[in-house]
């Protein structure tokens, strides 16, 4: 089952208000911007100068000259159209929860040139996003589903075997093809004269483990391309060397060129980082095959973030430990590197405190890379640590921003910071734990960091978030129980839900 819901007002702005009703909605008028469009949910008020509120379910009035025709609300599930344009306060746009009773989580979200979001994560049971229902072949599948810039689903894929499966991070390319990350569970073929089925993405199964590892499962980590119909182009998977220590997808990103890297770690059965392994990029070319893979020599190396510049060169940020080898997390580090376009290392930074316990050290989370190159990262400092531009405090999450070749511009305090995305114009967005550790909030900066606006959002936890050309934000993650993203509430099924949301820039 899904549930939908529409934005509030945006800001404030001229137009006429437009007619109501769940069939069409009516015609803005006036020069400056469209009036309010027809109820699917409440739209929006027109913006500013520019573009009108996008009505109930459907668009509303455009830009100069007249508003445009509201959209058809009505009918379960429907979606309410797009809030205003106005003033820059982050109002919501929409909203939609999807699940049944398990555990259904949204993990991974990117926006094509168009405005269609890609959204991946991780369902069991059955759960219908509004193309029909997908039912999971035992334990978690993943799915993969494409939505517009209203919220309307387009299509829905899921893939799974009897085992868990889960879906991960997303990116689109120029072209308007998707890239899937996630992991699946690979059997040594040695514990059974028929080995059971792996996971199949459209190309034929992923390898298995390993034979006589002496493990029965694994959890390697893959990556597909498909087209903008959801259609298979290729896909890799890669099972671990050392069975004990099973890789793990950090994030994924494409380049100009099509070109792909994925950021991994290795993680033992128990959970402990690789001592040995540490985490990796592989970079791919736009078919596929593997380019160059560098190790990250970060001791343990933990999840971290890649982008690539405008270049073609790959920054990455990552934190490690340096003792779980000895059963301790501890001396932990933030680090920022670059490769260039071969993988050749360009520089490398640690930022480190000087308490090697597990009480003291850095993570760093995120990372972005704006028009001039410079960096954008997010992380958090359990002890005073300077990043070059002075000593931040203890127990503080922060952004830092670094010229092309790694030098401080700044490093600034930034409450709850985690997973950061840059605007069109260099503002950062951001999404964080919200109030009191409660729910999420959403936040947007200026690109020295100075807060322009913030929302909160209690009962649900945001995990990804991604930023359309024209500055809209979009973000994923799950809800437990009851959560009103700003277009009414929305109640889960289940233990958690599926939720998508869109935001005004």
């Not at 008020?45 to 509303?60: C, Q, V």
């Not at 400092?381 to 401080?408: M, Q, R, W």
């Not at 409450?415 to 114009?425: F, I, S, T």
């Not at 009191?436 to 929302?455: H, I, V, Y």
């Amino acid at each position: 089952m899904s549930s939908v819901s529409s934005g509030g007002d945006g800001g404030e702005g001229g137009g006429a208000e437009g007619g109501h009703g769940g069939g069409e909605g009516g015609h803005g008028g006036g020069e400056g911007g469209g009036g309010e469009g027809g109820r699917g949910g409440e739209g929006g008020r027109g913006g500013g100068e520019g573009g009108g509120g996008e009505g109930g379910g459907g668009e509303g009035g455009g830009g100069e000259g007249g508003g445009g025709e509201g959209g058809h609300g009505g009918g379960e599930g429907g979606h309410g159209g797009e809030g205003g344009h106005g003033e820059t306060t982050g109002a919501p746009r929409w909203s939609a929860r999807f699940g049944a009773a398990g555990n259904d989580v949204g993990y991974g979200v990117a926006v094509d040139a168009s405005g269609n979001l890609y959204v991946a994560g991780w369902f069991t049971g059955t759960v219908d996003f509004g193309a029909g229902p997908l039912v999971s072949a035992g334990g978690e599948d993943i799915f993969l589903v494409k939505l517009d810039r209203l919220g309307n689903v387009i299509w829905s894929k899921r893939f799974g075997t009897d085992t868990d499966e889960r879906g991960g991070a997303v990116a689109v390319d120029a072209a308007g093809d998707v890239l899937l990350t996630g992991s699946y569970v690979a059997r040594d073929p040695s514990f059974s004269d028929t080995p059971p089925a792996t996971l199949d993405l459209g190309g034929g199964q992923l390898p298995h483990a390993p034979a006589l590892s002496f493990i029965e499962n694994t959890e390697p980590l893959f990556v597909a391309k498909l087209d903008g119909d959801g259609e298979h182009l290729w896909s890799r998977g890669y099972p671990p060397v050392d069975v004990a220590w099973e890789p793990q997808t950090y994030d994924v990103a494409v380049d100009a060129a099509g070109n792909v890297a994925i950021l991994y770690g290795s993680l033992h059965s128990s959970g402990h980082p690789s001592p040995e392994g540490n985490s990796a990029v592989k970079v791919l070319d736009p078919s596929g095959n593997q380019l160059w893979e560098a190790q990250n020599d970060l001791g343990d190396g933990i999840e971290g973030s890649v982008e690539f510049d405008s270049a073609g060169h790959l920054v990455v940020v990552a934190w490690r430990h340096d003792g779980y080898s000895s059963g301790c997390p501890c001396d932990k580090a933030i680090v920022v590197k670059k490769h260039d376009g071969d993988g050749a290392l360009l520089w490398s930074k640690i930022f480190e405190g000087e308490d090697i316990t597990m009480l003291g050290g850095g993570s760093a989370s995120s990372v972005a890379i704006d028009a001039s190159d410079n960096i954008l990262f997010s992380g958090y400092v359990a002890e005073a640590i300077d990043l070059g531009g002075g000593p931040l405090p203890p127990g503080s999450t922060f952004v830092a921003k670094l010229t092309p070749a790694g030098e401080n511009l700044w490093s600034r305090v930034a409450p709850h910071a985690k997973r950061l995305a840059l605007d069109p114009g260099g503002n950062i967005v951001e999404i964080s734990e919200g109030a009191a550790g409660q729910g999420f909030r959403l936040t947007k900066l200026d690109p020295d960091a100075a807060e322009l606006w913030s929302q909160d959002f209690a009962g649900a936890f945001a995990r990804h978030l991604t930023i359309h050309r024209d500055g809209w934000i979009a973000v994923t993650g799950q809800l437990t129980g009851t959560a009103d993203l700003g277009g009414g509430p929305l109640v889960s099924a289940g233990a958690t839900d599926i939720f998508i949301a869109a935001f005004d820039p």
